[in-house]
C-alpha cells in the first residue's frame, strides 16, 4: 500500500523560504517519478514540479527560479524548497507518484 506524507507547510512573509517533503512508502522510490500539486482557494489543482526517475526535474514557469524539487533516495523523501514565497504561492501543496497516489497535503500560506 502505497503513503504518501507531506510536511513542512506553514505560514510565512512575502520573500521568505519554505521547504516541503513527502515521505513515501510501499513504493521504489528510485523508479518512481514524483510530483508537486498545489490547489489555492477556487481554483484547480496545478502542476508545480516533477522530479523524474532518473533525477531530471522539471518546474512550472511561474516558479522557476524560485522552487527547487530535490529527493534523497535513502530517506524515500522528496522535497520542495521554496524560496521568495509570493502571496500567490499560497495554496494545499500535494504530491504524487506517476501511479496517480496522492498525499494528505500541508497548506503554505504567504502572507503580504
Known amino acids: 500500500q502505497v503513503q504518501l506524507v507531506e510536511s513542512g507547510g506553514g505560514l510565512v512573509q512575502a520573500g521568505e523560504s519554505l521547504r516541503l517533503s513527502c515521505t513515501a512508502s510501499g513504493i521504489i522510490f528510485s523508479r518512481t517519478t514524483m510530483r508537486w500539486f498545489r490547489q489555492a482557494p477556487g481554483k484547480q489543482r496545478e502542476w508545480v514540479a516533477t522530479?523524474?526517475?532518473?533525477?531530471?526535474?522539471a518546474h512550472l514557469d511561474s516558479v522557476k527560479g524560485r522552487f527547487t524539487v530535490s529527493r534523497n533516495i535513502a530517506e524515500n523523501t522528496m522535497y520542495l524548497q521554496m524560496d521568495s514565497l509570493k502571496p500567490e504561492d499560497t495554496a494545499v501543496y500535494y504530491c504524487n507518484t506517476d501511479s496517480n497516489d496522492w498525499g494528505q497535503g500541508t497548506q503554505v500560506t504567504v502572507s503580504s
Open positions: 522530479i523524474y526517475s532518473d533525477g531530471n526535474t
